[in-house]
């Protein structure tokens, strides 16, 4: 090969190099995020809750109740905090009276009622105190998701000096938050 050929082959492979060399490599990929969301709805109960409401004493609060004819828990007594991502319904049922010996207190004996204003529609007068039955009735609805929504029940017991005889009390309130259509 000639000097001018070697010389200009010299000249020739660092311009072929070079926009190679000046190029930025570049590589690109993609992944997919996705899946399903499902209907949810939670509820968690929290407050002093009603456990010892019958715990009356002598002398004091017992015979005030008896002759008021109730005993009343305090207004947040049971908060329900109710979330759900899309529209909703609060229900409630109640079980039967435990009660002592033979006597069986009445399940109208008790009653509640939601004494704030949570998100949604409070349904079958339950802004008052209503009672509760053995299937559940709904009490609070939404057309729409909610998140922390807390709904304050207060509870009251009747009491009568002739029927209310002395011993444990107990009776078990199911509530049932529900996606609807």
């Given amino acids: 090969m000639t000097t001018a050929r070697l010389a ?3 000249l020739l492979v660092p311009v072929l190099v070079l926009p190679a060399l000046a190029a930025d490599e570049f590589d690109e990929e993609t992944s997919g995020v ?3 969301i499902p209907e949810l709805c939670q509820i968690v109960v929290s407050g002093a809750g009603c456990a010892s409401l019958l715990t009356l004493t002598q002398d004091g609060s017992g015979e005030i109740c008896y002759d008021q004819g109730y005993v009343e828990s305090a207004a947040d007594a049971i908060i329900l905090t109710l979330d759900a991502n899309k ?7 109640i079980g039967t009276w435990t009660c002592p010996g033979s006597y069986n207190k009445d399940e109208t004996d008790l009653l509640i009622q939601i004494t704030n204003s949570p998100t949604g529609t409070i ?4 802004d008052s105190y209503q009672t509760l039955g053995a299937v559940n009735t709904a009490m609070l609805s939404h057309t729409a998701g909610v998140s922390n929504n807390e709904a304050d029940i207060q509870v009251r017991v009747l009491l009568d000096w002739t029927a209310d005889i002395p011993g444990v009390y107990s009776i078990t309130i199911t509530w049932t938050m529900e996606t609807t259509t």
């Fill in 8 to 10: 200009l082959a010299a």
């Fill in 34 to 36: 996705g899946g399903t």
């Fill in 87 to 93: 529209q909703w319904r609060l229900s409630g049922k």
């Fill in 123 to 126: 349904e079958n007068s339950f």
